[in-house]
């Protein structure tokens, strides 16, 4: 059995390894690399660096989403030296397979983290009362865990953002952003004012899809809504998703923005390498380097202009708190020396809602796990780039829709649905139980659905009210950190998300849904709600409770606002208040949830905070709008934003 751990070496959590049969993944990657292997392939993996400097002009800690565009964007200056360090190591062949998102989790490539229990409010139902908390552990981060889908959000979360105090982050911008990094490879989508070809990242539709794919959009045609490019002019409406894959496979910013650059020789990247710490200096409060565990020893690097946290929001949490950059009471408490009083871990926000909702079909047309794991599907996968593992983790359609809690006038809709052609019992419950963390309480309600034919719509809150917090569980730096997620603290959360399994149920009772012999599971009361009226605003208050589905999108625990902003921890050029020569660029820093997924986001936020380290230090690059001039880093360190008052009140 030595094929076992290389196959868990290979990202596959041992729970997945048994979810399938013993050939398939074995087959699967034989097959990718008999089909897809070539000597020149520009995306050949990236070779860690063996040897550090001593120093470096910027250090980036963390290459996920963020990261892996910083570094490329940074080095197109061949007079800085780079230095992008990542904890874990790098992409597999599976984590490639768009359609096996799912069984990425719990892996090696996973921080593994949880929420702590919310009693009598969220995640009632998960094992322990704790919802699983994914993180890419990997080069290209989260981007290599994710479902892949590119989704950017409402145009009014930015010039929200502005209008808070952060002066060019309005839609305007963000656009110009979003375009600079996208190859979109549909043609009718490219031509639009909305989008772009060229760029890193390529965006495409999944190249096969199911009827159930087809009977989404048509729903929301007959209920009223448009089928649109939800990225585009308006956001409300109903779409085949557009995801961040290339070729049929999954396309994570490692891939698009890394490998591409990997012999430029002023970027160095060190894989399997933890960040203890960020060096600041006693006196100046000036960042200068990091303290870095790589196999048995801890080195010091030296940055000569900036530290770049880009570890992503709950790394980049812990990281700030460890390093003395955080809330002056819960520092003192572990006996952390103090150098910046900041709100660091507050403001925690998350899309979430409920995975409840499952609908069962009586014609064979959904992702049920025996018809993919097949020597056919492999074969079509691993030649033509397409067939059923090209699906985005089964997520096969998307929509925005407004709530009566909204103004149905502004286009600016208060859910979105995440429509699977499946369920968490598709395979079994052999894996994607696992990963969503459902109890054996809960499965029961899941059991009899084991293999069949079904369909589930995760409505998810675009703009939760409620907020949670990161705490450190201590100073050691391989602690994982206290979460709090927040979810339901405030009380018009679960209202909104309840209008939301209103509407998806309305949209299981259309024509297109009903031909193919839609029900909603309702034969098994969710375990915990046996005591409510089926069909009642009390039961699906309930049901959500229950089962409170993640959609991963943590943010906001560095807030991007204005010296006055008491919660504010960055200032709009992504600047850390009161550390020079430190800045924060990933999700922590928006001040409010963008109202999409934030794999995209993340990426223009890197894209543009780019272009601002190299307006402030000089360095030139193509296409710029904005005049720079070189600068020492005394003259940083004196010019570096500072809160109005340091000193943060409670």
Sequence with gaps: MALLPSLVISGLSPTALVATGIWFFPFLIASISYYQYSENNPERKVKDTGKLLKSYDFIIIGAGS?????????????????LLIEAGGDETEISDVPALAAYLQLGRMDWKYKTEPQPGRACLGHTDQRCNWPRGKVLGGSSVLNYMLY????????????AQGNPGWGYKEALRYFKKSEDNRNPYLATTPYHSTGGYMTVQEAPWRTPLATAFVEAGVEMGYENRDGNGEFQTGFMIPQGTIRRGSRCSTSKAFLRPVRHRPNLHIAINSHVLKILIDNKSKAAFGVRVKRGDAVYTVLARKEVILSAGTLNSAQLLMLSGVGPADHLAQLGIPLHRDLPVGENLQDHYGTGALTFTVDQPVSLVQTRYENIPSVLKYAVFGSGPLTVLGGVEGLAWVPTKYTNRSTDHPDIEFHFVSGSPASDGGRQIR???????????????????????VIPMLLRPKSRGTVKLRS????????????????????????????????????????RLGSKFWDEIPMPGCEDTNLWSDEYWTCLSRQYTATIYHYSGIAKMGPPTDPQSVVNHQLKVYGVPRLRVIDASIMPTIVSGNTNAPVIMIAE?????????????????????????????VGSWPCKLNMTRKE
């Design 66 to 82: 963020a990261g892996s565009v910083v570094a490329n964007r940074l080095t197109e200056n061949p007079n800085w030296k780079v």
């Design 434 to 456: 696992k990963a969503h963390g459902i109890s054996d309480t809960m499965w029961q309600m899941y059991r009899p659905l084991a293999y069949r034919d079904t369909w589930s």
């Design 475 to 514: 100073s050691n730096p391989y602690d994982k950190p206290i979460f709090n997620a927040g979810y339901f603290t405030h009380p018009e959360d679960i209202k909104v998300l309840v209008e939301g399994v209103k509407i998806a149920l309305a949209m299981a009772q259309t024509k297109a849904f009903t």
């Design 151 to 162: 989704v950017r959000g409402n145009r009014k979360d930015y010039d929200d953002w502005e």
């Design 608 to 636: 543009k905070g780019a272009d601002m380290i190299k307006a402030d230090w000089g360095g030139g690059y193509e296409n710029s709008r904005v005049r720079v001039r070189r600068r020492r880093s005394s003259d940083q």
